[in-house]
């Protein structure tokens, strides 16, 4: 902000110059500045994007009812399970758990206006529809076969396809980038005053390491598929290894991000849970500072494991005992936090709200799948399981059962903040059930399957399920359960489309929770603070006042501000 | 974010800020933030050389030979003394720019003009330089998509070359906008924000330098 050398401000004070609230559809719906609402266009554009690989898991789910299934051919299977991962990693989970509910929360929990720089927080938005375009334009170029990691060589038969896919997750890559860094000098300079480190919302601390990741580490996926673009468009030799060059090298430049990908995925779910469990057990979270900090040794130490995907890749032994150590070691902080999270529960009074039934059910499923991590980060057990569906059941676990999970408890959370209506409990505890049971009984019984053998991405299964007749009974039964998450989701977007209308009116607090966003109204006006907060302590305990000063809700002590609200004003190029 | 300023004071590291502090409190606030933002634009950007230096130092290693042979032709070295001459232009630039920013601080602006100009030809004198330097490489044999030392090679100076080149525009884009009076004598971040953005462009240079002819 250039104060008072080219733009002059309306205000007479520098400090309280006004920004009028925006005008007209498009400034105000579509290319906005608010980050409430571009958190908003974040998440219908990730649910349009779920819808799609949804409905491709559903397919691929129905080739997979008889051993040689004939839903599709195997070419189409090959494409489907290709953008069906492709898009739940990258324009699906990303996005919502980092765009819309990073987006959303962030700013409010420090009390800030917006984001340090929100018009790249609109660039990087825009950007994602056009990426999401660029992946389905694939099927018009032959498809993508190669999996979600398009390792080459087999990525570099496609042509075409294979190009766009590059090109595609390389915009998504720089998308992320800018959010990343949006978030980092956000939460680095915009606090509000006296919110420092350790009294920061443990949301916030969870949003930090995973901006940190996501600056840096998407940078090497990018490289990465820049590279793999240019070994398809120019021929040039990185990757192939007639010429030179090598596989390998892929999979180390794409795991590189790829690994601190699964814990930008899990980070603000971590950061959910740690909100949602306290507010509804009535008790401060267990392990403040140990949560936080291994928040931060997570984004640390998951720089440092990235080639326990890769151990029958050929890499050298030694590094594989190093990586299965550092893998190893990643376990502990998470440990911890699940650990925190119990004894936070332990002796509460527990409200089973929607947001608290998928807190707990997070609980479970990413214990669980954190459980089978450690399985696969051994060396010897990996070379069993690797590329069964034992992975595919690992990886659902902590995605779909993590991450997700963790972002559909945040929606009951917060979407009464964000509408000012409550979600329906009924309807929310149905979503929930069905979500749940579905998603066990879909994805358990993969574990046993895949140590048996069962190859992922296979087509046909027919060799298989000759040695092991029960798969077809475990697929038909996987199958089956599917679709409670189909109706579940359908479901959950039934209720969020009803409360609107008929969910009852929220006020500015309806869960008696602590931190700042609960402190102004639902919705939250587009300057969201009135006054900026001055905060004296974490908002977790229970028993004592709210630790701030200057609330909105103290409004007598503050003359109604009207043209005086302050916004930070978006910041332009150059000066 | 004014109001946070004015009830919280600025850290006492931060002691350039502190500077503008007095001058005008949201512009201290708010060239922070930008400050931030520039530093880590350019810190993933260096996780991008990052990539491609670790794929360039992979490839070399594991290779049989280096420079490795295509067909029964065996790569030439790269000519150090030319790029040795070359980078002296290019961190020349740097000296330049240093200085360009300095007289700006002390108000001379007609000697920041002569040095901004002065660094706006060494940039184009490297890029020169460069193009020179990648005719010389093709005729020796090194083609980009015909060997893993050309595609790292061209891959990364190629990359460089064109953050140069962006590099060039951009401080042409400032010494305009200085000429517009968008700059003051204490409000100048683009400036800085540009000084930075040219050394670390001269930065990855000592790398890639070190990297291709000297290793």
Redesign the interface.
């Known amino acids: 902000m250039e104060a008072g050398t080219t733009a002059p401000h309306v205000g007479h004070d520098p400090h309280d110059h006004i920004h009028p609230p925006p005008e007209g559809f498009i400034r105000k719906y579509v290319f906005s500045l608010d980050h409430k609402v571009i958190a908003f266009q974040y998440f219908i554009t990730g649910l349009l994007f779920m819808l799609i690989a949804g409905s491709f898991a559903e397919l691929i789910r129905l080739q997979l009812w008889e051993p040689n299934g004939a839903i599709m051919s195997h070419n189409a299977y090959d494409t489907m399970f290709t953008i069906h991962g492709t898009a739940m990693v990258w324009l699906v989970v990303i996005p919502l758990v980092t765009g819309a509910l990073g987006n959303f929360v962030m700013p409010l929990q420090i009390g800030a206006r917006d984001v340090a720089f929100p018009w790249l927080n609109m660039l990087s938005f825009w950007i994602l529809p056009v990426a999401g375009l660029t992946l389905f334009s694939t099927f018009l170029a032959g498809g993508a076969h190669a999996g979600w990691t398009e390792y080459p060589p087999i990525s570099l038969a496609d042509g075409t396809a294979g190009a766009l896919w590059c090109a595609a997750i390389f915009l998504v890559g720089i998308s992320s980038t800018i959010t990343g860094l949006n978030f980092m000098v956000t939460i680095i300079k915009m606090r509000a005053p006296g919110m420092t480190w350790t009294r920061m919302p443990l949301f916030i601390w969870a949003s930090f390491a995973t901006a940190f990741m996501n600056m840096f580490a998407t940078v090497a996926l990018s490289s990465a598929l820049f590279a793999l673009f240019l070994e398809h468009v120019f021929n040039v030799p990185f990757f192939d290894a007639n010429r030179g060059g090598s596989a390998v090298l892929y999979e180390h430049m794409f795991w590189f991000y790829s690994h601190p990908a699964v814990y930008i995925f899990i980070l603000p779910a971590f950061g959910v849970i740690s909100e949602i469990l306290p507010v509804f057990a009535r008790k401060p979270i267990f392990g403040y500072k140990m949560i936080a900090f291994s928040s931060l040794a997570i984004a640390i130490l998951s720089f440092a494991v990235w080639a326990h995907h890769m151990f029958p890749s050929g890499i050298s032994p030694w590094l594989q005992l190093t990586f299965m150590i550092i893998t190893y070691a990643i376990g502990v902080p998470t440990g911890i936090k699940v650990f925190s999270w119990i004894a936070t529960l332990w002796a509460g009074r527990i409200h089973f709200t929607t947001a608290m039934l998928y807190a707990m059910g997070f609980l479970i499923t990413f214990t669980f799948g954190g459980i089978t991590g450690i399985f696969l980060a051994s060396v010897p057990a990996d070379f069993h399981e690797h590329g069964t569906y034992f992975v595919v059941a690992h990886f659902h676990y902590v995605v779909a059962g993590g991450a997700l999970m963790g972002f559909l408890a945040a929606i009951p959370y917060w979407y009464p903040k964000a509408t000012g209506r409550l979600m329906s409990e009924r309807m929310g505890r149905w979503s929930f059930w069905l979500f749940f049971i579905g998603f066990n009984a879909t994805f358990f019984p993969m574990h046993w399957l895949g140590l048996e053998g069962m190859p992922r991405r296979y087509a046909s299964y027919v060799a298989f399920a000759t040695g092991n007749p029960d798969a077809v009974f475990w697929n038909q039964f996987e199958t089956v359960f599917s679709f409670l998450m189909v109706v579940s989701i359908g479901l959950l977007a039934w209720n969020m489309i009803w409360s609107i209308r008929h969910g009852k009116p929220a006020g500015i607090n309806p869960w008696g929770a602590r931190t700042l966003e609960w402190t102004i109204s639902s919705p939250p006006p587009y300057y969201n603070f009135r006054k900026i907060p001055i905060v004296y302590d974490r908002p977790y305990d229970f028993d004592k006042p709210l630790p701030y000063r200057n609330l909105d809700n103290d409004i007598d002590a503050y003359p109604e501000p009207s043209p005086v609200l302050l916004r930070q004003e978006p910041v332009r190029a150059g000066a | 974010?004014?109001?946070?300023?004015?009830?919280?004071p600025l850290a006492g590291h931060e002691a350039v800020a502190a500077r503008y502090l007095e001058v005008?409190?949201?512009?201290a606030?708010?060239r922070?933030?930008?400050l931030?933002?520039f530093v880590?634009?350019l810190?993933?950007?260096c996780?991008?050389f990052?990539?491609?230096i670790?794929?360039y130092v992979?490839?070399r290693i594991?290779?049989p030979t280096w420079p490795?042979f295509v067909g029964n032709h065996r790569l030439p070295w790269f000519d150090t003394a030319f790029a040795a001459l070359n980078s002296i232009v290019l961190f020349g630039s740097g000296v330049t720019m240093h200085f360009a920013l300095e007289n700006w601080k002390h108000l001379n602006r007609q000697k920041f003009y002569r040095w901004l100009i002065a660094t706006i030809i060494l940039g184009l004198g490297f890029l020169l330089g460069q193009a020179h330097e990648w005719t010389g490489v093709l005729r020796g044999g090194v083609t980009?998509?015909?060997?893993?030392m050309g595609?790292?090679f061209?891959?990364l100076t190629g990359m460089h070359g064109f953050h140069v080149f962006v590099g060039v525009c951009y401080l042409t884009v400032l010494g305009l906008?200085a000429r517009r009076g968008?700059?003051?004598g204490s409000?100048?971040?683009?400036l800085t924000a540009g000084t930075l953005y040219w050394h670390f462009v001269d930065v990855i240079w000592v790398v890639l330098f070190t990297l291709f002819y000297v290793w």
Request: aromatic share 20%.
């Open positions: 974010m004014a109001t946070a300023v004015a009830t919280a005008d409190p949201v512009y606030e708010t922070s933030i930008r931030l933002g880590f634009f810190l993933s950007d996780v991008l990052g990539a491609f670790f794929a992979y490839l594991s290779a490795p980009w998509p015909g060997s893993t595609a790292s061209f891959t906008q968008i700059y003051t409000k100048y971040f683009g």
